[in-house]
């Protein structure tokens, strides 16, 4: 007998969920990931004093075709992995506490980054790489005064800098973690380790690695986010023949600012 129900549609997501997922993790090591490392280690030189962070980010943002390589390696793929997590973490079903056991507690907590991670992320590009959106200077148009320019992003931006140093400490854990978890994870979802042994190696590995980028993202936050020592004033970052500070208005020619 010949049945009239058809069967549902399947949706895209569905018919590509495997490549879907593989692209997923894939973009969260290279080439996210493989960005956060170079962020951490470049923002990590602060704490070596202005002069070693202006030159690192100078030589970052003198790269031809920056805004490019941005929107390419670091702005698409996140935003692919950041989109298609959600989606993930929206459908998984949290069970540590049926089911008390590390892998779960581990599983939890890479859900639970993911969503602070996203958060931090979207505040910390409004905080710098879009400010300008909100009209105060572009990043770029700091060159070479980076250290100053981001030092006072910390100080005189919007919240006090004990709030800012705060929410950047939560944001640098939760991604650290999210990211050295999910070296693990990709690993076993990769077949690059298939045995216990193996799994444990790299979770050592990622453990030791995500000690690294700590100690790095609270270096640099140590060296912006803390006050000048009592009688030594900020430096003032130049913006475009302009002195940007927080005092009364600066004559440069004629103009006043």
Known sequence: MRSD???????FLDRHHFLLRRLHSLA??????????????ANSTAFLGPKHFDHHI???HSLPW????????????????????????WQGKLNQNRYPYLDNWRYTLQRVTAWITIVFVIVHLLHFRFAHWFGLPEYKTANP?????????????????????TIYAVGLISAVYHFCNGIVTFCITWGITTGVQARKKMSVAAGALGLVLLVWGAASLLALGRQPALGQPAAEPVIAGTVLTSGPPVAIGNERF
């Open 145 to 165: 005064d980076f250290f100053a320019f981001t030092q006072r992003g910390f100080l005189d931006q919007w919240l006090p800098a004990w709030l800012w140093v």
């Open 28 to 41: 969260g090591i290279v080439p996210v990931g493989a960005f956060l490392i170079n962020h951490l280690l």
């Open 66 to 89: 920056l805004l490019g390589i941005e929107i390419v390696f670091i702005f698409l793929p996140l935003a692919f992995h950041g989109a298609y997590g959600v989606l993930i973490a």
């Open 58 to 60: 100078s030589l970052i």
């Open 5 to 11: 129900v058809s069967e549902p549609e399947v949706g």
